[in-house]
Structure formats: C-alpha cells, structure tokens
T-cell receptor, first 111, second 124 residues
Framework: AQRVTQPEKLLSVFKGAPVELKCNYSYSGSPELFWYVQYSRQRLQLLLRHISRESIKGFTADLNKGETSFHLKKPFAQEEDSAMYYCALSGGLSGFQKLVFGTGTRLLVSP | GAVVSQHPSRVICKSGTSVKIECRSLDFQATTMFWYRQFPKQSLMLMATSNEGSKATYEQGVEKDKFLINHASLTLSTLTVTSAHPEDSSFYIC????????????????????FGPGTRLTVL
C-alpha cells in the first residue's frame, strides 16, 4: 500500500536556522515524490518534485530510495516560509496519477 | 498560469438537503480532476477521480451514491453531496492536472496538480 509519513506536526525554528521537514514513504514500485505547500489563507501549491532536482525558494529535497525518504531542507529559514507543508506520493508513470498525502507539517519561523 | 476555481467557497445547509460544489479549470483543460476531503488539522484524503466523459472512480470507503460526481466538460467537474448530514461537514478541495495536448496546457507541467481554493461545507 502507498503511504506517506510526516512524523512532525509542528516544527518551530528561528529565522536563519536550518530546517528539515521529514517525509518517509512506503511504496513497492518507483514513486514520484512531491512537496506541496499551503501558505495562510492560500490554496495548496506545488513546491518541488523529486524528478526535477530543483531548488525552489531555497528548499531542496533528495529522494533516498534506501531509506525511503524525501526530506525537505533549507539551510536558512525565513519568516515567509511559515506554512503547512505536505509530502505527497504518486505511483507509476507521470500523468494523471492520484496523490497520496502525508499528514502535513506546520513550519513556524519566528523572528 | 493554471487556475482552478471552486464555487461556492463556503456553504451552510440543513441536514437532509443536497449541496453541489463546482470545480473549474479556468485557463486550461483537464480530462481528469480529483476531489479531496480535509478534516480540521488533518491531511487531504482523496475521495474520487472525476473523468470527463465517463464515470468517476471512487476510493475505497467513499459512497458513490452519496457523493455524486459529474465531469460535464473539459473544464468543469461537480461534486454533489446528497442528503447531507453533520458528519459530512468538511473542507472539500478539487485539483486538476494539465492534460497535455489540450487547450491551455502547453506551458504547464503535466505532472503537477493545480488545486482549487476549497469549499467549506457546514451541515446543520
């Protein structure tokens, strides 16, 4: 079965501190992993996807198949990073695949 | 950009009535849309996959007769909560991935889902 686990409900850090939001997944095949973000009073939006190997707003995430993890990292957190972050998994080839979401982690960056 | 709208943004209804929620892709076409449900402080749970021109595919445990889905066109999917009860109160969110080759999708990422703002349903 497909499953995404985000162990932390809340992560509170000070501005400028490093951030790591944990995500572990369970999937028998080759998954596609995503991080979605929801800022206050805004809709859910894609932050980054593992196949792009990109850095968005200073965030990066590396897929570790051995540890079945896709942790989201940023070296220096900013106050505007405060939001709800969801790790999501999609199975199979790219296309109109269903997303399985983790329970989300609220990141709070204090000044 | 890819914009998905939902209407209404919030609705309050009496128990036993039916409520229709619309999901529209405003500047692109999508043959598939997804409907999610989100309880307070919980994650999004996929309810069903809406398919243009064919029946929706429901996730296990979701009553298809209670949550009627109609994908009327390449830009519109509707979710009707029939005979609503207080336990149906929730936040309903739709999403649409860009269907490659259809209008408006040329500059969009086809492995990205674009989410609507959600509809808050309260059943009294």
């Amino acid at each position: 079965a497909q499953r995404v686990t985000q162990p932390e409900k809340l992560l509170s850090v000070f501005k400028g501190a490093p951030v790591e939001l944990k995500c572990n997944y369970s999937y028998s095949g080759s998954p596609e992993l995503f991080w979605y973000v929801q800022y206050s009073r805004q809709r859910l939006q894609l932050l980054l996807r593992h196949i792009s190997r990109e850095s968005i707003k200073g965030f990066t995430a590396d897929l570790n198949k051995g540890e079945t993890s896709f942790h989201l990292k940023k070296p220096f957190a900013q106050e505007e990073d405060s939001a709800m972050y969801y790790c999501a998994l999609s199975g199979g080839l790219s296309g109109f695949q269903k997303l399985v979401f983790g329970t989300g982690t609220r990141l709070l960056v204090s000044p | 950009g890819a914009v998905v709208s939902q209407h209404p943004s919030r609705v309050i209804c009496k128990s036993g009535t039916s409520v229709k929620i619309e999901c529209r892709s405003l500047d692109f076409q999508a043959t598939t849309m997804f409907w999610y449900r989100q309880f307070p402080k919980q994650s999004l749970m996929l309810m069903a996959t809406s398919n243009e021109g064919s029946k929706a595919t429901y996730e296990q445990g979701v009553e298809k007769d209670k949550f009627l889905i109609n994908h009327a066109s390449l830009t519109l999917s509707t979710l009707t909560v029939t005979s609503a009860h207080p336990e149906d109160s929730s936040f309903y969110i739709c999403s649409a991935p860009a269907d490659p080759g259809l209008a408006g999708t040329f500059f969009l990422s086809t492995d990205t889902q674009y989410f609507g703002p959600g509809t808050r349903l309260t059943v009294l």
